[in-house]
Structure formats: structure tokens, C-alpha cells
């Protein structure tokens, strides 16, 4: 039996990278360095500028609370909405540096970019670092931002009650310690959590200086999140980058045992292909098949919001 | 700063199913039953048929050796190619039943037509049964099946340097025993492997009745294929559905844990959002970004022919 073709075209992601970028990422070493952070963002900073990486408008520098990185950036459409689904990111950088914009670069507009593309309203945030602010700190500001966007997101067309919080690496940390209830504040609103390349297993022996500076002496039965994560009422997402250090990895298959231990599945898990841990969040719009696709569906099925995507 | 909007539509996948059929697999009790499958299919039959689950050539029953479950059928674009990447889809049914085609429904023309739509060449094959044939016969048929790919499939505009082997449920067992070793044949050719709701642990304590049609007494040692998975030279691909039942996420979480162990990087895992056991596979072509993004990203990685996908 031989069937006639209908003429429908598969749909297919049409933002991926060159292979030979891909490779030449793949080839990198894993550690993360100022150097690999150079190198990866002069590999994706041109297709970030080809496709456009700042969102039509954008309201820079709102204050969530008293410290001077209490802030936060609004990213929007020049179509106004209503009701749409939230995206607030927190960025990474070791717990002492980072930051959601960095001037003339990619860095982190691209995040509210893609949200915006995808119909959504991107917030990016900034917080206060150690080793001047310490655990939980982090977690404390995550909790004030979203509790400035429960009040104030309408006005930008977002709904406060469709929020999902998406953190890299310390990010991804602070992002897990406020979903586990580490630095208080409410849940109301929040929908999902995406955990990017993030470290849930504080054990004091594997700290290293970054995680030190922030966690100093607090016990790992405090400083873990991975017991609080398994009894979280929010959906959970996590990520690994391909090319991320082994520690990473190690995370990443820890909360794999512990999520089965604890329910008897394997939570959602992506293995961003042909990434590291620097690009993988930067693979976002560019590259959409490795973390974009199943990042949007995430954000889609735990908002309610399937199919609405642009 | 506010930048311009360059006009640039985000690539998104088009296929998706409606949340309310997502919400409906969801709700079905994992447990693979006929009753299962009967409702799984009764719910993406109509999307396949919307968009066309079967390729414009289907050369059927072609054999690939003795026995009459040694059949394959090719299927392939109305336009002449050569040198496209080849995949092989090994059929489930526990070791005892399934059919690559099951005339008048969707399966498993499906995944050759979504093959198709990418520009590859399908090929899906039936193997021999238990408790008749015992392991390693899967093993051996998927072999020989690829050994008839390795001489026949250029006449098809295939490449037989570039096949992937996917394998769903005791298929993905199968094509595991294959790459690891266990049936002999060679893995010329063989870019990739794509394990889909596998079992890799074959403890015989927690053999079901299937599994015991077709292992017997055939030790732990001798039937498991972890081992080899992780010494195998193929890069390979593994998935559990979000709803597969509690056994096959066990075996998802042995299989990143041993990998953790030997490879200190967790392996590539697609974890099937939305989809059980069934419903997995099934939604190649209609659901894209659960499995069909990520298979087909792997695929075009393995075989060196990223970006070239339809």
C-alpha cells in the first residue's frame, strides 16, 4: 500500500546554528573561565544580532527593593496583551558577579527577547551577591521580584497569576532555593521552575571559592535544596548542558535518583545537545531545538497556556 | 535602551497536539494494557491521518532473511535522493507480538513518513517472536536487518554510512542487545541509537511474564546490556515518557547513574512530556517537541547532516 502524499510540510524548528559552531563549542573545554565565556559569546553574540535580541520595548532598572541590584528589566511586544504567561530570569555568575544586561552585548535581553517572541512577557532580574550578601540572600530577592511582578506585571500585560522562574547555574541555585522555600515569600502565581545547569547538593565538601563565598559555613541539611525541591508544589524543569562540567552532570543525575527515589519517576530533564555551560542559555532563539523547544513547552504546559505560542 | 523589532518570527514547532488530548493521555493509568493502547490510539489516529502517516513509496515486505517475520518495509519521498541518513524502527509489543504495520491504522507507517518528511529514508521491520525465538534473537534480527540496509538501502537514495537504529519498548531492547553486542553483526555503518522507553537491566527477579518468554533463565549477566551500552561505540539517544510506567523510569534512572558512573556526564535523555508508553512514539509527526525535535536532532548530529532536515 502505497499512500499519497497531503502536502503538509513537517514543522520544524528554523533557528538552529551551524554545525561548525556547534563543534566548535563541543570542542571547548568544559571549565567554566572568563576565557570560555569569551569564546562562547563571540561564536553566538553575530546570530544573536542577526535574529535580534532585544524585545520592542523594554523598561529598564524597576526596583523591587532598597539595594542598588534590586532591579529589574521589563521586556514587552509593541502589541499590547493581556494575561499573558510571565517569564522572569535570573542570571548566573558564580554568586559574586553576573548581570541581567550587560551593555552592547546579548546578555540577558536575549532571554526577555525570546519570551516576548514566543508571546510572552520577559522579565530579567538582578540580585545581591556575595560575599557581601550571603545565603539566603539570593533567594530572598528571587521571592521580592516575583512578588513585584505579582503587583505589577498587568500593567504590563502579564498575568500575575501565570509566573515561571527560570535560573542559570546560580541562578538556577537561587531559583531552586526560593521554589524550597529557602528565603520565604509566596508561591502565589508561580506556575513552573526552570533549573538550568544548577547545584542542589550543597554538601560543604564539594564547595568551591564561588559557592563558599555565598554559603560560608551553612550546613548542607540548609543550604541542600534537593529535599525541599521533591516536595515543592511547583513543576520542575531541570537542564544539564552536554558539555557542562562533571559536577553539573553529578547534580544533574542526583536529582534524577532522588526524584525517582521520592516519586518513582525521573523528573523532567533536558540534555541541552551540542552546548556548554555557558551556551546553553544563550542557545535560547538561536538555536531553539537544544534547550528553546522543550523550555516554551514547559512554560506552555504549566501555564495553561499549549498552543498559544507564537 | 528599547530595540527595534527586526521582524524575525521565532522558528516554532507547528505539530503539536491539543492540550485537552495531552491532558487525556495524561490521565490514563501508565499501565501498559490493550486497553491502553486501544485509547491511545483511538485519540492520535485522526491526527495522523489529518497530516498523512504514510510515505508516498512504501516498498513492502521486502526480506531480509529465512523466517517470515524477516521483513522490512522502505519508505521513501516521491523525489529521488541519495545518500540520506537511514533509520531503522524496531517495533515494541513485549517480545511476544507488535508488527511494523498494521494495516489501516497508523502503525508504524507513522515513523516512516516522519522519516521521510525529514529527507531520510525509512525503513521498519518486524523481528522474530517469543517464547518461538529466544534471546538474542531480537538482537540478531536487527542486525541482519542492517546488514540488508548496508547492501540494498543506496538503491533507495539511502546512505548506508549514515543508519540510525531507533527502537521503542522491547524494540528499544532489541536495537540495545544489537549495539552492545549481543547478536553478532556488525556496526558498520551504524551513526546512532535511539533507545525509546527501554529496559537495559534485566535482573530476572523483576522479569515479567514477556520478559521471561524471551530471556528464559538467561542470566543478569549475559542479558543486561548496560554494560555494553556504556563501551558502545555508537552515540546513543535515550527517552522515558512522562507517563511510562514506574519500571521504565527505574530503568532511565539506572541508565543515567551507571553513565554518571563511567562517563561523568549524564547521557543524552529525552524525557517525554505529555506521553506514555504508547503515545510516545505515536506522536512522531503530530507532537513534535515532545519526542520528534529531539530524535531528530540526535539523528542529524549522529550522521553529520545537521540543518539539512526538511
Chains 1, 2 share one sequence.
Not at 526560593?178 to 508561580?190: C, I, K, N, P, R
Not at 523528573?267 to 528553546?292: F, Q, T, Y
Request: aromatic fraction near 8%.
Amino acid at each position: 500500500m502505497t499512500g499519497a502524499p497531503r502536502g503538509v510540510i513537517l514543522g520544524t524548528v528554523t533557528h538552529a546554528l551551524p554545525a561548525d559552531v556547534i563543534a566548535q563549542i563541543k570542542a571547548m573545554d568544559p571549565a567554566i573561565t572568563p576565557g570560555q565565556a569569551q569564546a562562547v559569546w563571540a561564536l553566538l553574540t553575530p546570530f544573536h544580532e542577526k535574529l535580534g535580541c532585544t524585545a520592542p520595548r523594554i523598561d529598564r532598572d524597576l526596583t523591587y527593593g532598597d539595594h542598588p541590584r534590586h532591579r529589574l528589566d521589563v521586556h514587552t511586544g509593541d502589541q499590547p496583551r493581556a494575561a499573558a504567561p510571565v517569564v522572569l530570569f535570573v542570571h548566573g555568575g558564580g554568586f559574586t558577579g553576573g548581570d541581567k544586561h550587560v551593555p552592547g552585548t546579548p546578555r540577558y535581553d536575549l532571554v526577555g527577547a525570546w519570551a516576548v517572541r514566543h508571546g510572552w512577557v520577559g522579565v530579567t532580574m538582578t540580585y545581591r551577591l556575595a560575599p557581601g550578601y550571603r545565603w539566603p540572600a539570593g533567594a530572598q530577592d528571587v521571592a521580592a521580584a516575583v512578588g513585584w511582578i505579582r503587583e505589577n506585571v498587568a500593567g504590563y500585560g502579564g498575568d500575575p497569576g501565570k509566573i515561571v522562574v527560570a535560573g542559570n547555574s546560580a541562578g538556577a541555585v537561587h531559583v531552586a532555593s526560593f521554589v524550597a522555600g529557602q528565603g520565604g515569600g509566596s508561591l502565589d502565581g508561580v506556575r513552573g521552575a526552570a533549573l538550568l545547569s544548577g547545584v542542589y547538593d550543597l554538601d560543604p565538601a564539594r564547595r568551591a571559592g564561588p559557592e563558599h563565598a555565598y554559603y560560608g559555613d551553612t550546613p548542607a541539611a540548609a543550604a541542600s535544596t534537593l529535599p525541599g525541591l521533591l516536595d515543592c508544589p511547583v513543576p520542575l524543569l531541570f537542564s544539564v548542558a552536554e558539555r557542562d562540567p562533571a559536577d553539573f552532570h553529578a547534580q544533574a543525575a542526583a536529582a534524577v535518583a532522588a526524584w525517582l527515589a521520592s516519586h518513582g519517576t525521573v523528573p523532567d530533564l533536558v540534555w541541552v545537545e551540542g552546548h556548554n555551560h555557558m551556551s546553553a542559555v544563550g542557545s535560547l532563539g538561536i538555536d531553539e531545538a537544544a534547550l528553546g523547544t522543550p523550555l516554551a513547552r514547559f512554560i506552555e504546559r504549566s501555564t495553561g497556556t499549549e498552543g498559544s505560542s507564537a
